[in-house]
């Protein structure tokens, strides 16, 4: 069974940075397209930042030049480095990932982590 588990949420003041990880595990062949969306209460939930197995990248407009999306391969993660925090981007975070495994090739999602920025 594939698994992806964030970490790296938490508390930062406006101005702030944060990093935050997913890491997929279980029975994998191949990992696509990697990302990352937000949702605050009540909003759907947006994309943030996704990049390809090849490294190509993609940013919501609100984050461009703050947020920098990467991967590692060999370890099978994810991560989130955002930078000038603003009390806007406070949010649960999910990790999402399309993974080819013994049933296919299937969308996956963490169980979320909080960010909160303080004004």
């Known amino acids: 069974q594939v698994q992806l588990v964030e970490s790296g949420g938490g508390l930062v003041q406006a101005g702030g940075s944060l990093r935050l990880s997913c890491a997929a595990s279980?029975?994998?062949?191949?990992?696509?397209?990697m990302g990352w969306y937000r949702q605050t209460p009540g909003k759907q939930r947006d994309m943030v930042a996704t990049?390809?197995?090849?490294?190509?990248?993609n940013y919501a407009d609100s984050v461009k030049g703050r947020f920098t999306i990467s991967r590692d391969n060999a370890k099978k993660t994810v991560y989130l480095q955002m930078n000038s925090l603003k009390p806007e981007d406070t949010a649960i975070y999910y990790c999402?990932?399309?993974?080819?495994?013994?049933?296919?090739?299937?969308?996956?999602w963490g169980q979320g982590t909080q960010v909160t920025v303080s004004s």
């Open positions: 999402n990932a399309d993974i080819w495994n013994l049933s296919g090739t299937n969308d996956y």
């Open positions: 279980g029975t994998i062949l191949s990992i696509y397209r």
């Open positions: 990049i390809t197995s090849s490294g190509g990248t």
